[in-house]
């Protein structure tokens, strides 16, 4: 009885290892997609609705995904520092190096243009990323439950 309780423990940590795994790429996924798009209503705000930078991303506190960041910002701004050191300060956090990468080289000096265009170019770079994320998205889910089936096999085995 104690060695069925025992594989059937090892079969749910199995299967909830895979489901976090699984989980933490999926919320990845999301945040870089929410990410982009600040970053996209921000380049709008400034361009058309001729916002100053400060006012368009505190616009973007209210995001589910990275509306606390852009509070952050928001919260060290008021306190003088500068928005480059802010910003990377804020966003150095990410657990992607690649993510990171792309979102703290944000060139936030120059005129309107080279802003707009520089946080085009970013979100653009982040949506990139994201659709090569999602593409071997299912290739990873299933290498997930593959592993974790045979490490839980393996220990089944050896108890039994």
Same mark, same amino acid.
């Given at each position: 009885?104690?060695? %069925?309780?025992?594989? *059937?423990?090892?079969? @749910?940590?199995?299967?909830? %290892?895979?489901?976090?795994?699984?989980t933490a790429a999926r919320q990845e996924l999301r945040l870089l997609r929410e990410l982009a798009a600040a970053l996209e209503s921000i380049e709008m705000l400034i361009r058309w609705q001729k916002l !100053?930078? !400060?006012?368009?991303?505190?616009?973007?506190?209210?995001? !589910?995904?990275?509306?606390?960041?852009?509070?952050?910002?928001?919260?060290?701004?008021?306190?003088? =520092?500068? %928005?480059?050191?802010?910003? =990377?300060?804020?966003?150095?956090?990410? =657990?992607? *190096?690649?993510?990171?990468?792309?979102?703290?080289? &944000?060139?936030?000096?120059?005129?309107?243009?080279?802003?707009?265009?520089?946080?085009?170019?970013?979100?653009?770079?982040?949506?990139? %990323? *994201?659709?090569?994320?999602?593409?071997?998205? @299912?290739?990873?889910?299933?290498?997930? &439950? *593959?592993?974790?089936? @045979?490490?839980?096999?393996?220990?089944?085995?050896?108890?039994?």
């Amino acid at each position: 009885m104690g060695k %069925l309780l025992g594989c *059937a423990l090892l079969c @749910a940590g199995g299967a909830m %290892l895979c489901v976090q795994r699984i989980t933490a790429a999926r919320q990845e996924l999301r945040l870089l997609r929410e990410l982009a798009a600040a970053l996209e209503s921000i380049e709008m705000l400034i361009r058309w609705q001729k916002l !100053p930078l !400060p006012r368009a991303i505190a616009l973007q506190k209210d995001r !589910p995904l990275c509306g606390d960041k852009f509070g952050q910002i928001c919260n060290l701004l008021q306190s003088g =520092n500068a %928005l480059h050191s802010v910003w =990377n300060k804020v966003f150095s956090h990410f =657990n992607s *190096a690649d993510m990171k990468e792309i979102v703290c080289h &944000i060139e936030w000096s120059g005129d309107e243009e080279q802003l707009t265009g520089n946080l085009r170019y970013v979100a653009q770079q982040l949506r990139a %990323l *994201a659709q090569e994320i999602a593409e071997g998205k @299912a290739q990873r889910e299933k290498l997930w &439950i *593959a592993l974790s089936t @045979a490490a839980v096999g393996v220990v089944v085995i050896i108890l039994l």
